[in-house]
């Protein structure tokens, strides 16, 4: 009896500090556009912000502010293009956190 209730306080203290789902966002290059995915698996309410910084071929760089509230178990989607629409987008990097 001695040993079940150990096991039971082992199974219920294991729950209670099981770690969070890690919200992180996903970004795609899609030459002439970049598409910024979050996905929030959570139970709670996140807020993701930060920068996108985006190079294009012809050497010119953008930068543009990402912020959203993905809600519980939703998705957040959004999409930035390149200024000139002929020029392709060589490269990104971000910032983004959510918390």
């Given at each position: ?7 039971l ?42 920068t ?36 392709r ?11």
């Amino acid at each position: 009896m001695k040993n079940l209730t150990m096991v039971l306080a082992l199974l219920v203290t294991g729950s209670v500090f099981a770690a969070k789902d890690a919200v992180f966002p996903n970004v795609y290059n899609y030459g002439s556009q970049v598409q910024v995915q979050v996905w929030n698996h959570d139970a709670r309410n996140v807020h993701c912000n930060g920068t996108l910084w985006m190079r294009t071929q012809s050497g010119k760089s953008y930068s543009e502010y990402y912020s959203d509230w993905v809600f519980a178990r939703g998705s957040s989607f959004r999409t930035f293009y390149a200024r000139d629409i002929n020029d392709r987008i060589q490269s990104v990097s971000h910032n983004i956190s959510c918390f």
